[in-house]
Every structure is written in C-alpha cells, then in structure tokens.
C-alpha cells in the first residue's frame, strides 16, 4: 500500500460509518412502532394514573368488571398490531442479485432497532398496568399477549447477536468495496474466517439458508 493510502481508506470508511448512521436513524425514525394510545375517555374507561398498587389492581377486578372488559379489547387491539409487525418482518426481502455483505448487517440493525421500539412500547406505563389488571382477572387474552411478547423478545435477542457477529465481519469487507484486487486478495483469509466463526459460534446465523445467504452476498 502506497504512502498515505492507509490514511485515505480509512477516512473513506469514516465517511461510510457517517453515513450508515445518517441511514440508520432515518430507518428508525420511519420504522418505529407505536402501540395505540390508551383511551382517556368513553364508557367503562379505567383510570390507571390511580391503579398503583396490588390493592387498587384488585379493586379494579372485582368492582369494575366491565373496566375489565374495556382493558381485554385494547389488549386485543395491541396483540393485532404486534401480530402484523411480526409477519411483516418475518416476509422475504425483495434484493437485487449484486448486493454486497453490509446489506445484511444493514438489515438486521433495522430489524434491531424496529423490535427494540417494538419492545419499548410494550414496557410503557399503560401496557404494563393492562396487563397486569388482566394477569388478576386472569384474562384469556393473556395467552395471545405473552405469545406474542415472546416472540418480540426473541426477534430482537436474534437481531443483536447477528449485528455483533456480521459487525465482526464488516472490517474485512472494505477491501472488497474498494481495495485493487492484490488488496481484496489479502483480505479474504480473514473473511473466510470470519463466515467460520458465525457459523460456529452464532446461535442464530447458522443455518444453511442464512450461510448460503451470506456467501452470496460476500461472492
């Protein structure tokens, strides 16, 4: 490598890391996810600014059967939203033939970030006190919100741990965007070490359908 082309690259690599930022928070702002708001108004409304303690909990159970009521609708109304958040992401992605590696890692940092929403809005004030009343009044409803409240927990759990590993993976790519080919040549020791080690070691990426994936990318 010439004199001053280790400068040069890696002042392109921080103008893409800028970049992938710049997107990532675009990405999130117009992915993010918020649950409908609890009402404040209409008939059997609970008030849950006053539902604070076990006791107020069970006040609510058993003198307000139809504030129950009104709580296991808006439960099932949230359990709608996260279902199709779900199966929106469990959809195949629409990709051109030539795309490169750091699509993939791009993808599951806006899979991270979607599910990372997703789950914050399940731990909002409102939600918890919800399902809470519903855990005393041992609502049905329940079984499909916890389903689903797994489910938004594992997704995120596989989207991290495919972000740290294919961000392992990032730094031997650069050459392959940029680098003369003697370069790209010098790199693909590590990267195929790398495709190794997620294949080991990670408790997500390693399926044939997920590898074959990414070699195709890295190809």
Sequence with gaps: MKPGEHQQEEFYESLDGFRSSLQEAQQAIAGSVTLNAYPT???????????NTPEEVARIVEDKPKGVEMLEGVARIWCEQLQKIIIENEQLRQ???????????EWWKQVMAKF????GQIKRPDCVKV????YRAKSKVLTEWKRLDEMVTLALNEAKDNVKYLTALDKFCGPLYRSNPADMKESVPGLMNAIRMIHSISGYYNTSERMTALCVKVG
């Excluded at 990709?95 to 890692?105: K, S």
């Design 131 to 134: 399902v809470t009343i519903l």
């Design 116 to 119: 990372d929403g997703v789950l």
């Design 95 to 105: 990709e051109p033939d030539n795309i490169g590696p750091r699509a993939e890692l």
């Design 41 to 51: 108004t209409g008939e059997h409304v609970v008030d849950l600014t006053a539902v």
